[in-house]
């Protein structure tokens, strides 16, 4: 039986197609993370922490080594505010 070797073209051609795609989501997941890799299983104490990551240094991925907050930390709260009238 001859093998059809006008099939291996397509055949490569998409397996160059998703390796190209997913080396490409994996490098723009990665810049996106400081390049630092994906966090999993995220519970509600890692996500408050993210956010005071993201308030200290302005990126939720990003971490500060000094011993004490900048002063504009003070005045940013994660409170919102409501849209309650208090008359």
């Not at 500060?64 to 004490?68: D, N």
């Not at 504009?72 to 940013?76: D, K, P, Q, S, V």
């Not at 309650?84 to 008359?87: A, C, K, M, V, Y």
């Given at each position: 039986?001859?093998v ?5 073209i397509p055949f ?35 996500e408050?922490m993210?956010?005071?990551?993201r308030?200290?240094?302005?990126h939720?991925?990003?971490q ?5 907050a900048p002063q ?5 709260s994660?409170w919102?505010?409501?849209s309650?009238?208090?008359?």
């Open positions: 039986m001859p059809p070797w006008e099939a291996l490569g051609l998409l397996t160059v197609m998703f390796g190209a795609a997913g080396t490409l989501y994996g490098g723009a997941q990665r810049l996106q993370n400081q390049g630092k890799l994906p966090r999993y299983g995220i519970d509600r104490w890692d408050m993210m956010e005071r990551d308030r200290l240094t302005g939720f991925r990003g500060s080594t000094e011993p004490k504009e930390f003070a005045t940013n994660v919102r505010q409501s309650l009238d208090t008359r």
